[in-house]
């Protein structure tokens, strides 16, 4: 129900624009995510927005880098990533939950409901 596009390989510096559709049902009403997981580690929190869009929050590894917005007519979310470095390589997955949340749980993976497939990311040094 959840489908992430846009990853590719870049060259440190860089940008990429990643994508996410919901489809089956909508959204809109509920707080979306990103996460991403590199290689051997585990699946870490990057951003996420609440429904209406007003409030985001990020991992302080992409604050000043990544932004995440998201188009509720659309059933998107999306992650612009500007200066992307090395160690932003990994597997990106956009969720999203059916709870309501406060801001303060969006990064803990096990509160999200709905996964996409990821979308691989590289980054060049």
């Known amino acids: 129900q959840l489908q992430a596009s846009g990853g590719g390989l870049v060259q440190a510096g860089g940008s990429l624009r990643l994508s996410c559709v919901a489809s089956g049902r909508t959204f809109s009403s509920n707080t979306m995510a990103w996460f991403r997981q590199a290689p051997g580690k585990e699946r870490e929190f990057v951003a996420a927005?609440?429904?209406?869009?007003?409030?985001?929050t990020r991992a302080d590894s992409v604050k000043g880098r990544f932004t995440i917005s998201r188009d509720n007519a659309k059933n998107m979310v999306f992650l612009q990533m500007n200066s992307l470095k090395p160690e932003d390589t990994a597997v990106y997955y956009c969720?999203?939950?059916?709870?309501?949340?406060?801001?303060?749980?969006?990064?803990?993976?096990?509160?999200?409901?709905?996964w996409g497939q990821g979308t691989l990311v590289t980054v060049s040094s």
């Open positions: 927005i609440r429904s209406t869009g007003g409030t985001t």
């Open positions: 969720a999203t939950t059916l709870r309501l949340l406060i801001v303060s749980s969006w990064y803990l993976k096990d509160k999200y409901d709905y």
